[in-house]
């Protein structure tokens, strides 16, 4: 169950419960979420978002660059940052605004996880890197009425990133790597690197690379 709060930057998940069946009366987890920016306590990490007008009214949602998921069993939380539009801000023209990548960015993209116990104390962390690249269109897209065009964006290549902390602060890393076909956005590569220099490759074939 989900507990939603309402504020002046729209609705948003407050609490959520889960319980092993319908009959249970205790969840088995529960979690609490925040929205505020992490390095300002009570300022909100909400980024509105305006694409057009429609009947005279704007067109808008909200993307929040700062999610905290605090777990209400172990004391621990979860930090989660996400990359918002303005990341790749819209380009003045005329007669239209162009927006690049907004179909990925609207709905929020992932940019760090961080992983903490009760005593604050990291414990892991994961940090992505993206190359985006548009669809090879003529043509744009118009968002909402027309007040801004774009080309749909997709991730040819996702990299990260992953830490684990022992009580020292050191960390063990891996890297990882996505690569996918410019042709019909299939998998086409998986490579894990870690601490030790050890690395770990993944090549995918399709029916059309067998002929």
């Given at each position: 169950t989900n507990?939603?709060?309402?504020?002046?930057?729209?609705?948003?998940?407050?609490?959520?419960?889960?319980?092993e069946n319908f009959s249970s009366q205790t969840p088995a987890k529960f979690e609490k979420f925040a929205y505020d920016k992490f390095d300002d306590a009570n300022s909100s990490s909400g980024e509105s978002i305006e694409e057009g007008m429609n009947m005279g009214?704007?067109?808008?949602?909200?993307?929040?660059?700062?999610?905290?998921?605090?777990?209400?069993?172990?004391?621990?939380?979860?930090?989660?940052?996400y990359k918002a539009p303005s990341a790749y801000p819209a380009q003045t023209g005329s007669p239209y605004r162009y927006w690049p990548n907004i179909n990925i960015t609207k709905d929020g993209l992932i940019d760090k996880q961080e992983v903490y116990n009760a005593g604050n104390q990291l414990l892991t962390s994961e940090n992505y890197d993206y190359t985006i690249a548009e669809m090879n269109v003529p043509n744009y897209v118009p968002l909402a009425?027309?007040?801004y065009e774009t080309k749909t964006a997709w991730i040819k290549e996702q990299r990260a990133t992953s830490k684990v902390f022992d009580?020292?602060?050191?960390?063990?890393?891996?890297?990882?790597e996505t690569i996918r076909s410019a042709d019909d956005f299939n998998l086409v590569t998986e490579k894990?690197?870690?601490?030790?220099g050890s690395t770990q490759e993944t090549t995918y074939k399709y029916a059309k690379d067998k002929n």
């Open positions: 507990a939603l709060v309402e504020s002046d930057l729209g609705v948003r998940i407050e609490s959520s419960k889960y319980f009214y704007p067109i808008q949602s909200i993307v929040y660059k700062n999610v905290k998921v605090l777990n209400g069993d172990t004391g621990g939380y979860t930090k989660y940052y009425d027309g007040d009580q020292n602060a050191r960390a063990v890393t891996t890297s990882s894990a690197t870690h601490s030790d």
